[in-house]
């Protein structure tokens, strides 16, 4: 996992907020920096994360998406999607202290917990859990995140 | 900030938190929170590749979502914990309702929190989120 510094910035919020729909007047006011980020905002340290594999790398490898055909990839098989077929199945905030704008978060991942499942609607669905711990400039703990990922055998059937 | 005298156990809150999702709203999103994962704008991956009928929104885009219902009815930097799972895919189209019920008020150290379970469906009344969030209270 690459170190990420991710400095919380106001309009950084703003148009996160804009892309949740979140009207909320003190995500788009002018003045004051007094604005707790919206309780989901911490998932944008992706931004921030130079290695982060669900981003195209500047003069890096092939992007998995599609160009001129319709993976930039070959398919590693197993669903046919390869690393895409990673879903995203639980997220659990704890909140330690308001994220507000002016605070330089890091982030240490902890590998937790996986466990397999069989579904009617996926085939055999392979979970695993990471544990984040962002902290501000202080080193005071923030927010604790738990994402539960999921691979699943095919497609899910809707 | 919610205050304890203003609710009671099985109170609810709801709100539409999106009516008619549009494509351009995932583009939105994946552009804020950094995750371009193809699954989410890029329809000939997602059919040809992926084997989805079409791209769909992010669940954290949904988790966003049912957020700000949630910042909505207990205010601003009140929140303890705040966690879902993600029961259904959300679509284009879809359009979203977001309930909060009060299952609980406890006292800790002298403070007051409320136990809120949560809930997010879509027009067809298929839950899309299933979740739960601890908030403290005035």
Redesign the interface.
Known sequence: MSKIKMPIEKS?IM??A?????S?P?YYKEDGND??A???FI???????PD?F???KIGGENW???GKE??GMK?SGG????A??G?????????HQ?LKVGDVITAEVKVGNSWEKESKRAGKLKFSESVTEYRNQNGDLIITA?SVGVVTE???E? | MLKKDQIKVGDTYSEK??EDLKRT?IV??A?????????HS?E??T???????GVFA????S???T??M???FVG??T????????T??VWPGDSLESTATIIGIKEEDGESFAEISIETKNQDDVTVITGSAIALLG
Request: net charge positive.
């Open positions: 950084h148009m996160f804009r892309s949740i729909g979140d909320n003190k604005v707790v919206p309780p989901t998932q944008a340290s992706a931004q921030f994360d982060y669900l981003r195209p998995f998406g599609s319709s993976s398919s669903g046919g999607g390869g895409a077929m879903l995203h199945a639980e997220q659990h905030y704890e909140y308001p738990t095919k497609p899910v809707n | 938190i999106v709203q939105q999103y552009g804020t929170s950094g995750d371009y994962n193809p699954l890029d000939k991956f059919k040809e590749i992926a084997g989805y009928p992010h669940g954290m885009l988790m966003g979502m957020g700000k949630l910042t909505n601003d930097g929140l303890k914990k705040y966690g879902v799972r993600f259904n895919q």
